[in-house]
Nanobody, 118 residues
Framework: VQLQASGGGLVQTGDSLRLSCAAS????????IGWFRQAPGKDREFVGKINWGGSRTDYDDSVKGRFTISRDNSKNMVYLQMNSLKPEDTAVYYC????????????WGQGTEVTVSS
């Protein structure tokens, strides 16, 4: 499956943004999808994930209560709704597909940049 993240941009503290992860080839519905981010000068970190059917999600504590992952398998899309954004959320965001609930991520998309100004 080929993935592409989109929807990034420049926002202010407290704003909301929704990122999308589209599958341009393959069927996204058979994979768990994870979101990751990498801030300048830092390692890539886990943001959250959703199972293939959308019934289960998991989030890093840093985004819990502010970010929500959802999916629409009929559109081959996964979304990351980000609310109450903070400057520390500034990063390049990536989506990735896993066959095993995130033990390994087999396919990675191009990232989309999110900048949160203070």
């Amino acid at each position: 499956v080929q993935l592409q993240a989109s929807g990034g941009g420049l926002v202010q503290t407290g704003d909301s943004l929704r990122l999308s992860c589209a599958a341009s080839a393959g069927n996204i519905s058979t994979y768990a999808i994870g979101w990751f981010r990498q801030a300048p000068g830092k390692d890539r970190e886990f943001v959250g994930k959703i199972n293939w059917g959308g019934s289960r999600t998991d989030y890093d504590d840093s985004v819990k209560g502010r970010f929500t992952i959802s999916r629409d398998n009929s559109k081959n899309m996964v979304y990351l709704q980000m609310n109450s954004l903070k400057p520390e959320d500034t990063a390049v965001y990536y989506c990735a597909a896993s066959e095993d609930w995130g033990l390994d991520y087999d396919y990675w998309g191009q990232g989309t940049e999110v900048t949160v100004s203070s």
